[in-house]
């Protein structure tokens, strides 16, 4: 005989369900990360060690023989310990002039020529990293130089041109610019009469019939009334801020003239024009009596600048 189930034992069987405890139904667990292992780990990044290096910097890059001096200045980059150890070479044979400690250099006493010395800063704890700068060293007598942009060793830049044989007087520059043949520098008008041989840097045989257009800035310390002193063999003139301060033009042997000017302190345009007649002596020389002293000396190189 089949059975079946009656609808009251189907009732029955729900409600003994709804009945018994109850059931609590998750979903998904959590998703769990575990650590890389240690093969993929990335390590972390090295520090870079910068390179260490220096640079030489020299406060002029001209000076004249005499023990004038220059600052020499190292620039250690990278590391803390930034003491060098400072050396100078050059040509054999010649004084080369000496370094301090402290990187001041000190030029040659004499020298006969020209010389290129070179400055060396050694790093103290490392013998392999050093840096150098050249020098030129110029005997004391020389009068003038081949210029150099930004040259402050000898700012006065003079414009060489040649004259007619027999030229009575200073000529008028803007008039014969077709005769300019160079441009030289000086670092002051510190020229006592004496013999001229030598010529002009990159002029061959020009030691007589020439004239000089100087022009630049003039320092003045302090306000007040100067005196100028101009002695020349042959002819010369001083100009300041356009106006004539002395006047010993004309062809003659050395003798001086003298002119004053009130000057506020500061830069102040100067030309000073000057020409020589037949060979071979020659003089320039300027000199200033400035306010509150008693005697005439010669215009310091300081006081001129491009």
């Known amino acids: 005989m089949n059975f ?9 069987f729900t409600l003994m369900l709804a009945c018994s405890e109850s059931t609590t139904f998750k979903g998904n667990p959590p998703v769990v990360t575990l650590p890389p ?5 990335k390590p972390a990044p090295e520090p870079v060690a910068l390179e260490v290096t220096i640079a030489v910097e ?33 040509p054999d044979g010649v004084d080369l002039g000496t370094i301090s400690t402290l ?3 000190s030029s040659s006493q004499t020298l006969k020529n020209e010389i290129t010395v070179t400055i060396k800063a050694t790093l103290a704890t490392d013998n392999t990293i050093f840096a150098t700068q050249t020098l030129k060293v110029i005997p004391a007598e020389t009068i003038f130089i081949g210029c150099s942009k930004g040259n402050e060793v000898f700012p006065i830049e003079a414009e060489v041109f040649r004259l007619p044989v027999e030229t009575q007087r200073l000529p008028e520059f803007d008039k014969i ?13 510190n020229v006592p009469e004496r013999s001229f041989d030598d010529g002009f840097p990159g002029v061959e045989n020009l030691i007589e019939w020439f004239a000089l257009h100087t ?19 042959d002819g010369s003139m001083l100009y300041i801020n356009g106006t004539t301060v002395v006047d010993n033009n004309g062809l003659h042997q050395a003798e001086a003239r003298e002119g004053s000017m009130t000057l506020t302190a500061g830069s102040h345009d100067f030309v000073l024009d000057y ?10 020389e300027l000199f200033w009596l400035v306010p509150g002293s008693s005697d005439f000396v010669i215009v310091p190189s300081s006081a001129f600048q491009k």
């Open 4 to 12: 079946r189930a009656s609808p009251i034992t189907l009732v029955s």
């Open 37 to 41: 292992k240690a093969a993929d780990a």
């Open 58 to 90: 020299l406060s002029a890059l001209e000076v004249r023989a005499g023990k004038k001096p220059v600052q020499a200045k190292a620039i250690v980059k990278n590391t803390e310990n930034k003491s060098v150890v400072w050396t100078v070479s050059g």
């Open 103 to 105: 990187g001041v250099y």
């Open 177 to 189: 610019p077709e005769d300019k043949i160079s441009t030289v520098c000086m670092d002051q008008f």
């Open 215 to 233: 022009k630049g800035k003039l320092n003045i310390p302090v306000a007040g009334e100067y005196q100028f002193r101009l002695r020349s063999d």
């Open 275 to 284: 020409y020589q007649g037949p060979a071979n002596r020659i003089a320039l």
